[in-house]
Protein backbone atom coordinates (compact mmCIF):
# COMPACT_ATOMS: atom_id res chain seq x y z
CA UNK A 1 0.00 0.00 0.00
CA UNK A 2 1.40 3.57 -0.87
CA UNK A 3 0.03 6.38 0.43
CA UNK A 4 1.04 9.82 -0.99
CA UNK A 5 -0.09 13.65 0.50
CA UNK A 6 -3.45 12.09 2.00
CA UNK A 7 -5.61 14.77 2.95
CA UNK A 8 -8.83 15.40 4.54
CA UNK A 9 -10.67 18.72 5.34
CA UNK A 10 -14.51 18.63 6.41
CA UNK A 11 -16.39 21.97 5.76
CA UNK A 12 -17.80 23.33 8.85
CA UNK A 13 -19.27 26.44 9.77
CA UNK A 14 -22.43 28.43 7.91
CA UNK A 15 -22.82 29.64 4.35
CA UNK A 16 -21.19 33.50 5.48
CA UNK A 17 -18.07 31.95 7.65
CA UNK A 18 -17.04 28.17 5.78
CA UNK A 19 -14.27 26.96 7.59
CA UNK A 20 -12.57 23.55 7.20
CA UNK A 21 -11.53 21.12 10.29
CA UNK A 22 -8.18 20.29 8.89
CA UNK A 23 -8.20 16.41 9.81
CA UNK A 24 -5.83 14.81 7.86
CA UNK A 25 -2.92 16.90 6.00
CA UNK A 26 -0.70 15.49 3.72
CA UNK A 27 0.06 12.14 5.29
CA UNK A 28 2.69 9.30 3.25
CA UNK A 29 4.05 6.42 4.30
CA UNK A 30 4.05 2.59 2.86
CA UNK A 31 3.07 -0.67 3.81
CA UNK A 32 5.22 -3.52 2.45
CA UNK A 33 3.77 -7.32 2.12
CA UNK A 34 3.37 -8.51 5.33
CA UNK A 35 4.67 -5.60 7.54
CA UNK A 36 3.25 -4.00 10.31
CA UNK A 37 2.94 -0.50 10.41
CA UNK A 38 2.16 1.56 13.47
CA UNK A 39 0.41 5.20 13.58
CA UNK A 40 0.48 6.62 17.20
CA UNK A 41 -0.49 9.98 18.40
CA UNK A 42 -3.38 10.97 20.56
CA UNK A 43 -7.29 10.98 20.03
CA UNK A 44 -7.47 13.66 17.53
CA UNK A 45 -4.19 13.18 16.13
CA UNK A 46 -5.39 11.72 12.33
CA UNK A 47 -5.36 8.02 13.07
CA UNK A 48 -8.66 6.65 13.20
CA UNK A 49 -9.30 9.21 9.50
CA UNK A 50 -6.15 7.53 7.82
CA UNK A 51 -7.45 4.05 8.50
CA UNK A 52 -11.16 5.24 7.29
CA UNK A 53 -9.88 6.80 4.43
CA UNK A 54 -7.42 3.66 3.34
CA UNK A 55 -10.51 1.60 4.23
CA UNK A 56 -13.00 3.84 2.08
CA UNK A 57 -15.40 4.26 4.56
CA UNK A 58 -15.13 8.26 3.46
CA UNK A 59 -14.07 9.94 0.46
CA UNK A 60 -10.26 11.47 0.54
CA UNK A 61 -10.08 15.45 -0.21
CA UNK A 62 -7.13 15.09 -1.74
CA UNK A 63 -4.36 12.17 -2.51
CA UNK A 64 -3.56 9.06 -3.14
CA UNK A 65 -4.48 5.46 -2.04
CA UNK A 66 -2.40 2.69 -3.94
CA UNK A 67 -2.87 -0.71 -3.55
CA UNK A 68 -0.72 -3.26 -5.47
CA UNK A 69 -0.06 -0.53 -8.04
CA UNK A 70 -3.84 0.52 -8.46
CA UNK A 71 -4.56 4.22 -7.49
CA UNK A 72 -7.88 3.04 -5.75
CA UNK A 73 -9.30 6.49 -5.18
CA UNK A 74 -9.50 6.67 -9.04
CA UNK A 75 -11.52 3.77 -9.47
CA UNK A 76 -15.01 2.49 -10.76
CA UNK A 77 -16.33 2.81 -7.40
CA UNK A 78 -18.86 -0.36 -7.08
CA UNK A 79 -16.87 -3.17 -8.62
CA UNK A 80 -13.48 -2.33 -7.96
CA UNK A 81 -14.46 -1.53 -4.73
CA UNK A 82 -15.82 -4.51 -3.47
CA UNK A 83 -12.49 -6.81 -4.69
CA UNK A 84 -10.78 -3.55 -2.46
CA UNK A 85 -12.70 -4.21 0.23
CA UNK A 86 -12.43 -8.09 0.72
CA UNK A 87 -8.36 -7.51 0.15
CA UNK A 88 -8.61 -4.83 2.46
CA UNK A 89 -10.10 -5.52 6.21
CA UNK A 90 -10.79 -3.22 9.10
CA UNK A 91 -11.39 -4.24 12.89
CA UNK A 92 -12.15 -1.67 15.36
CA UNK A 93 -11.64 -0.81 18.28
CA UNK A 94 -14.70 -2.13 20.38
CA UNK A 95 -15.56 -5.39 20.51
CA UNK A 96 -18.59 -4.72 21.99
CA UNK A 97 -20.36 -2.68 19.61
CA UNK A 98 -19.28 -4.63 16.25
CA UNK A 99 -21.00 -7.93 17.10
CA UNK A 100 -24.67 -8.31 16.69
CA UNK A 101 -26.14 -9.17 20.27
CA UNK A 102 -28.92 -11.31 18.88
CA UNK A 103 -26.91 -13.50 15.91
CA UNK A 104 -24.90 -16.31 16.85
CA UNK A 105 -20.90 -16.13 16.38
CA UNK A 106 -21.42 -18.62 13.29
CA UNK A 107 -23.83 -16.58 11.93
CA UNK A 108 -21.22 -13.83 12.43
CA UNK A 109 -18.80 -15.52 10.43
CA UNK A 110 -20.83 -17.34 7.77
CA UNK A 111 -22.09 -13.92 6.28
CA UNK A 112 -19.17 -12.74 4.63
CA UNK A 113 -17.90 -16.22 3.96
CA UNK A 114 -21.75 -16.30 1.82
CA UNK A 115 -21.49 -12.60 0.61
CA UNK A 116 -18.00 -12.80 -1.03
CA UNK A 117 -18.89 -16.43 -2.44
CA UNK A 118 -15.92 -18.17 -0.51
CA UNK A 119 -17.62 -21.66 0.15
CA UNK A 120 -19.45 -23.98 -2.54
CA UNK A 121 -22.08 -25.77 -0.25
CA UNK A 122 -23.64 -26.17 3.10
CA UNK A 123 -20.61 -28.59 4.59
CA UNK A 124 -17.69 -26.55 3.43
CA UNK A 125 -19.51 -23.24 5.14
CA UNK A 126 -19.48 -25.16 8.74
CA UNK A 127 -16.03 -26.45 8.51
CA UNK A 128 -14.58 -22.93 6.96
CA UNK A 129 -16.33 -21.57 9.81
CA UNK A 130 -15.17 -23.87 12.86
CA UNK A 131 -11.57 -23.37 10.79
CA UNK A 132 -11.43 -19.69 11.24
CA UNK A 133 -12.34 -19.66 14.83
CA UNK A 134 -9.62 -21.71 15.34
CA UNK A 135 -6.86 -19.92 13.61
CA UNK A 136 -7.72 -17.30 16.20
CA UNK A 137 -7.38 -19.64 19.28
CA UNK A 138 -11.72 -20.06 20.03
CA UNK A 139 -11.22 -23.79 20.70
CA UNK A 140 -13.60 -25.76 20.27
CA UNK A 141 -14.59 -23.88 17.82
CA UNK A 142 -18.16 -26.05 17.39
CA UNK A 143 -18.42 -24.63 20.87
CA UNK A 144 -17.52 -21.11 19.82
CA UNK A 145 -19.80 -21.33 16.81
CA UNK A 146 -23.24 -21.83 18.69
CA UNK A 147 -22.77 -18.85 21.28
CA UNK A 148 -24.01 -15.49 21.00
CA UNK A 149 -21.85 -12.40 21.60
CA UNK A 150 -22.95 -11.61 25.62
CA UNK A 151 -21.80 -15.09 26.22
CA UNK A 152 -18.02 -14.03 25.45
CA UNK A 153 -15.23 -11.91 26.87
CA UNK A 154 -13.88 -8.79 25.23
CA UNK A 155 -10.70 -10.88 24.43
CA UNK A 156 -12.80 -13.44 22.95
CA UNK A 157 -14.84 -10.85 20.87
CA UNK A 158 -11.50 -9.35 19.37
CA UNK A 159 -10.95 -12.36 17.94
CA UNK A 160 -14.12 -13.00 16.75
CA UNK A 161 -14.20 -9.71 14.92
CA UNK A 162 -10.44 -10.86 13.93
CA UNK A 163 -11.80 -14.42 12.43
CA UNK A 164 -14.48 -12.17 10.39
CA UNK A 165 -11.87 -10.07 8.82
CA UNK A 166 -9.67 -13.25 7.80
CA UNK A 167 -13.02 -14.88 6.50
CA UNK A 168 -12.43 -12.86 2.91
CA UNK A 169 -8.86 -13.93 2.72
CA UNK A 170 -7.68 -9.96 3.46
CA UNK A 171 -3.77 -9.28 2.47
CA UNK A 172 -3.99 -6.06 4.82
CA UNK A 173 -6.20 -5.23 7.58
CA UNK A 174 -6.41 -1.75 9.54
CA UNK A 175 -6.52 -2.58 13.44
CA UNK A 176 -7.88 0.66 14.52
CA UNK A 177 -7.16 0.41 18.75
CA UNK A 178 -7.97 -3.09 18.60
CA UNK A 179 -6.78 -3.77 22.22
CA UNK A 180 -7.52 -0.27 23.72
CA UNK A 181 -10.62 -1.44 25.21
CA UNK A 182 -9.51 -4.92 26.57
CA UNK A 183 -7.95 -6.18 29.80
CA UNK A 184 -4.27 -4.94 30.33
CA UNK A 185 -3.57 -8.84 30.97
CA UNK A 186 -5.16 -10.27 27.45
CA UNK A 187 -4.08 -7.50 25.22
CA UNK A 188 -0.56 -8.91 24.75
CA UNK A 189 -2.66 -12.24 23.48
CA UNK A 190 -4.47 -10.72 20.71
CA UNK A 191 -1.07 -8.95 19.68
CA UNK A 192 0.64 -12.31 19.43
CA UNK A 193 -2.56 -13.24 17.21
CA UNK A 194 -1.58 -10.47 15.08
CA UNK A 195 1.41 -11.21 14.76
CA UNK A 196 0.87 -15.41 13.86
CA UNK A 197 -1.70 -14.21 11.47
CA UNK A 198 1.23 -11.94 10.00
CA UNK A 199 2.97 -14.63 9.90
CA UNK A 200 1.23 -17.83 8.87
CA UNK A 201 -0.81 -15.54 6.37
CA UNK A 202 1.70 -12.84 5.07
CA UNK A 203 -1.18 -10.47 5.98
CA UNK A 204 0.13 -6.85 6.18
CA UNK A 205 -1.27 -4.48 9.47
CA UNK A 206 -1.86 -0.77 9.57
CA UNK A 207 -1.95 -0.96 13.93
CA UNK A 208 -3.03 2.04 15.37
CA UNK A 209 -2.70 2.68 18.84
CA UNK A 210 -2.54 5.68 21.27
CA UNK A 211 0.32 3.38 23.38
CA UNK A 212 3.71 3.81 21.77
CA UNK A 213 5.18 0.60 23.73
CA UNK A 214 2.09 -1.40 21.89
CA UNK A 215 3.54 0.17 18.48
CA UNK A 216 7.34 -0.89 19.27
CA UNK A 217 6.00 -4.47 20.25
CA UNK A 218 4.31 -5.26 16.79
CA UNK A 219 5.50 -2.24 14.63
CA UNK A 220 7.79 -2.92 11.89
CA UNK A 221 7.55 0.85 11.46
CA UNK A 222 6.67 3.43 13.61
CA UNK A 223 4.68 6.50 12.30
CA UNK A 224 3.90 9.50 14.84
CA UNK A 225 0.89 12.10 13.84
CA UNK A 226 0.23 15.35 15.68
CA UNK A 227 -2.39 17.36 14.84
CA UNK A 228 -3.28 15.49 11.26
CA UNK A 229 0.35 15.71 10.66
CA UNK A 230 2.86 13.03 10.61
CA UNK A 231 5.45 13.97 12.50
CA UNK A 232 7.92 11.51 12.58
CA UNK A 233 8.72 7.98 10.95
CA UNK A 234 10.77 5.28 10.41
CA UNK A 235 12.13 1.98 11.50
CA UNK A 236 10.68 1.39 14.81
CA UNK A 237 13.75 0.59 17.18
CA UNK A 238 15.28 4.07 15.84
CA UNK A 239 12.08 5.87 16.37
CA UNK A 240 11.84 4.48 19.37
CA UNK A 241 15.24 4.10 20.81
CA UNK A 242 16.83 7.32 19.40
CA UNK A 243 13.36 9.49 18.98
CA UNK A 244 14.11 13.09 17.03
CA UNK A 245 11.12 15.23 17.19
CA UNK A 246 9.90 16.87 20.70
CA UNK A 247 6.54 15.63 20.68
CA UNK A 248 7.79 11.81 20.15
CA UNK A 249 9.94 12.34 23.19
CA UNK A 250 6.96 13.69 24.90
CA UNK A 251 5.09 10.48 24.07
CA UNK A 252 7.78 8.33 25.46
CA UNK A 253 8.28 10.78 28.56
CA UNK A 254 4.52 9.03 29.46
CA UNK A 255 5.12 5.48 28.92
CA UNK A 256 4.36 3.50 32.37
CA UNK A 257 7.36 2.07 34.20
CA UNK A 258 6.99 -1.53 33.68
CA UNK A 259 7.71 -1.46 37.56
CA UNK A 260 5.64 1.30 38.81
CA UNK A 261 2.30 -0.37 37.59
CA UNK A 262 0.12 0.03 34.38
CA UNK A 263 -0.09 3.76 35.68
CA UNK A 264 0.50 6.51 33.04
CA UNK A 265 1.44 9.96 33.31
CA UNK A 266 -0.89 12.42 31.65
CA UNK A 267 0.36 13.54 28.23
CA UNK A 268 -2.86 15.43 27.24
CA UNK A 269 -2.54 17.34 30.08
CA UNK A 270 1.06 19.02 28.83
CA UNK A 271 -0.62 22.10 26.72
CA UNK A 272 -3.06 22.08 24.16
CA UNK A 273 -3.45 20.66 21.00
CA UNK A 274 -4.13 22.94 18.60
CA UNK A 275 -7.47 23.33 16.50
CA UNK A 276 -7.94 21.78 13.54
CA UNK A 277 -9.99 24.30 12.31
CA UNK A 278 -8.06 26.44 9.32
CA UNK A 279 -5.01 26.17 11.50
CA UNK A 280 -2.13 28.56 11.58
CA UNK A 281 1.00 28.43 9.35
CA UNK A 282 3.99 27.09 10.98
CA UNK A 283 4.45 23.55 13.12
CA UNK A 284 1.50 22.45 15.02
CA UNK A 285 3.74 21.09 17.93
CA UNK A 286 4.56 24.96 18.85
CA UNK A 287 2.12 25.65 20.94
CA UNK A 288 3.48 22.87 23.85
CA UNK A 289 7.04 22.45 22.14
CA UNK A 290 10.19 23.33 24.90
CA UNK A 291 12.11 24.08 21.90
CA UNK A 292 9.84 26.09 19.74
CA UNK A 293 11.73 29.40 17.94
CA UNK A 294 10.50 32.05 15.57
CA UNK A 295 10.76 29.99 12.24
CA UNK A 296 8.26 27.55 13.79
CA UNK A 297 5.29 29.93 13.85
CA UNK A 298 5.74 30.63 10.55
CA UNK A 299 6.91 28.11 8.52
CA UNK A 300 5.75 24.27 7.92
CA UNK A 301 8.98 22.26 8.83
CA UNK A 302 9.77 20.09 6.00
CA UNK A 303 11.06 16.31 6.15
CA UNK A 304 14.20 15.67 7.22
CA UNK A 305 16.40 12.37 7.25
CA UNK A 306 18.07 11.98 10.40
CA UNK A 307 19.60 8.35 9.66
CA UNK A 308 18.60 5.44 7.32
CA UNK A 309 14.70 4.43 7.59
CA UNK A 310 14.32 7.44 10.52
CA UNK A 311 12.87 11.12 9.33
CA UNK A 312 11.65 13.92 11.07
CA UNK A 313 9.44 16.97 10.44
CA UNK A 314 10.72 19.92 13.00
CA UNK A 315 12.94 22.82 12.54
CA UNK A 316 15.57 21.67 14.59
CA UNK A 317 16.81 19.54 12.20
CA UNK A 318 16.83 21.61 9.03
CA UNK A 319 19.87 22.01 6.68
CA UNK A 320 22.80 23.64 9.04
CA UNK A 321 21.01 23.06 12.10
CA UNK A 322 22.48 20.26 13.55
CA UNK A 323 22.17 20.59 17.21
CA UNK A 324 22.16 17.42 19.57
CA UNK A 325 18.94 18.30 21.31
CA UNK A 326 19.25 17.83 24.98
CA UNK A 327 16.66 15.58 25.19
CA UNK A 328 16.37 15.58 29.17
CA UNK A 329 14.87 19.21 28.69
CA UNK A 330 12.57 18.17 26.04
CA UNK A 331 10.74 15.84 28.27
CA UNK A 332 10.94 17.50 31.65
FE1 LIG B 1 9.25 22.33 18.21
FE2 LIG B 1 9.81 23.97 16.20
FE3 LIG B 1 10.36 21.36 15.99
FE4 LIG B 1 7.85 22.22 15.92
S1 LIG B 1 9.43 22.66 14.42
S2 LIG B 1 8.62 20.49 17.07
S3 LIG B 1 7.91 23.90 17.39
S4 LIG B 1 11.26 22.83 17.41
MG1 LIG C 1 -9.40 6.93 16.92
Redesign the pocket.
Known amino acids: LRIRHLTKHFPVGTLFSRKSVHALEDVSFDIGKGKVVALVGESGSGKSTTARLIARLIPATSGEIVFKGRNVLKEEPRKASLEYRSQVQMVFQDPFGSLNPVHTIRHHLERPLLIHKKVRGKEELRDRVHELLASVGLNPPEDFASKYPHQLSGGQRQRVAFARALAVDPELMLADEPISMLDVSIRIGILNLMERLKEERGISYLYITHDIASARYIGDEVNVMYAGRM?EGGDSEAVITRPA???TRLLLSAVPDPHAGLRKRGVEARGEVPSLIDPPP????????????D???KVM?GVEVVEPNHW??????GPGRDVEVDSSRAVS
Open positions: VHPYGCPFAPRCPHVMICRPVRCHLY
